[in-house]
């Protein structure tokens, strides 16, 4: 089972998961594997734009929402940047993989994955 992320914004407790129906919708959306979506969030160089599509995929614990609704709640969040941290943390619960491969090479650092929109 994969695991949600918790997000509060203001008052409201958001969940994000990297759900099958999450990761459905974004390659749909891309045209693009789900790996080579990962390496770019990862990378950043999707862009906030890919940001954005994963944050609308993977809210309402990965049931999805409206593309404005997410970027209305990026934007209270603070930007992409600022919701890297947490779409990094919804990716290691669906890719456990990633939390092994971004802790390799320096110490304290594992399970923190680079912000995808870095």
């Not at 160089?45 to 997410?70: N, R, Y």
């Not at 930007?79 to 669906?94: C, D, F, T, V, W």
Request: a negative charge; charged letters at 25%.
């Amino acid at each position: 089972m994969i695991s949600t992320h918790s997000v509060k914004v203001g008052k409201k407790t958001h969940k994000l998961k990297a759900s099958m129906r999450a990761q459905v919708r974004l390659e749909e959306e891309t045209g693009k594997p789900i790996g080579e979506i990962l390496s770019q969030l990862l990378s950043g160089a999707g862009g906030v734009k890919l940001v954005s599509q994963a944050w609308a995929a993977f809210l309402d614990d990965g049931a999805g929402v409206e593309l404005d609704d997410a970027l209305d709640l990026l934007d209270a969040l603070g930007g992409a940047n600022a919701a890297g941290e947490h779409l990094s943390k919804a990716l290691q619960n669906a890719f456990p993989f990633l939390r092994e491969e971004e802790g390799e090479g320096g110490e304290g650092d594992t399970g923190n994955a680079k912000s995808p929109a870095v």
